[in-house]
T-cell receptor
Framework: QKEVEQDPGPLSVPEGAIVSLNCTYS??????FMWYRQYSRKGPELLMY????GNKEDGRFTAQVDKSSKYISLFIRDSQPSDSATYLC???????????FGKGNQVVVIP | EAGVTQFPSHSVIEKGQTVTLRCDPI?????LYWYRRVMGKEIKFLLH????????ESGMPNNRFLAERTGGTYSTLKVQPAELEDSGVYFC??????????????FGPGTRLTVT
């Protein structure tokens, strides 16, 4: 069983729509949960992070972590064409720096 | 402040040849990581340096891969001899040590390695 599962299917939405992304994981030791955004030919860029369970909001972005279900989500409100990118979930245990990534979702926001 | 830089951006070599990838972390970052993404798969951890010491090299696939970080600044990752399955994008990342958490890893643009 993979440590992190992220359905890699592409997602195409009209501008202004809400984008919903999620990952599941199997390792109960994971404490840090991150979402990275990656533009074409660039490296991943940290977008959001959450420690343990709970919600975190930053502008149009909301990250949610439900440790009881081993499920994390990222919501993008009022999506813009500039949000078109690949979004990767990543996580790590406390005190361990190795990130475990999901496969990523390619998101296209159509003007 | 300059970000993480990697060189070369793309390398095409033949099976059996040697390739050396270089990573320059953000100045002052003690932690340096190597990751790899093989086509169709997720990004996978290879190893982690703290300054010049290997903290965790559990992700290195085999002894054809050698990573070094002499002097605790830039790092190199050598593949010798390269095999077809080594093709992929190699990312380097670096981070500081803010308190007890090391969550914010800054990634370079990656080196795309193609072994033919």
């Amino acid at each position: 069983q993979k440590e992190v599962e992220q359905d890699p299917g592409p997602l195409s939405v009209p501008e202004g729509a809400i984008v919903s992304l999620n990952c599941t994981y199997s390792n109960s030791a994971f404490q840090y949960f991150m979402w990275y955004r990656q533009y074409s030919r660039k490296g991943p860029e940290l977008l959001m992070y959450t420690y343990s369970s709970g919600n975190k909001e930053d502008g149009r972005f909301t990250a949610q972590v439900d440790k009881s279900s081993k499920y994390i989500s990222l919501f993008i409100r009022d999506s813009q064409p500039s949000d078109s990118a690949t979004y990767l979930c990543a996580m790590s245990p406390y005190g361990n720096n190795r990130l475990a990534f999901g496969k990523g979702n390619q998101v296209v926001v159509i003007p | 402040e300059a970000g993480v830089t990697q060189f070369p951006s793309h390398s095409v070599i033949e099976k059996g040849q040697t390739v050396t990838l270089r990573c320059d972390p953000i100045s002052g970052h003690d932690n340096l990581y190597w990751y790899r993404r093989v086509m169709g798969k997720e990004i996978k951890f290879l190893l982690h340096f703290v300054k010049e010491s290997k903290q965790d090299e559990s992700g290195m696939p085999n002894n054809r891969f050698l990573a070094e970080r002499t002097g605790g600044t830039y790092s190199t990752l050598k593949v010798q001899p390269a095999e077809l399955e080594d093709s992929g994008v190699y990312f380097c990342a670096s981070s500081q040590i803010p308190g007890q958490t090391n969550y914010e890893q800054y990634f370079g643009p990656g080196t795309r390695l193609t072994v033919t």
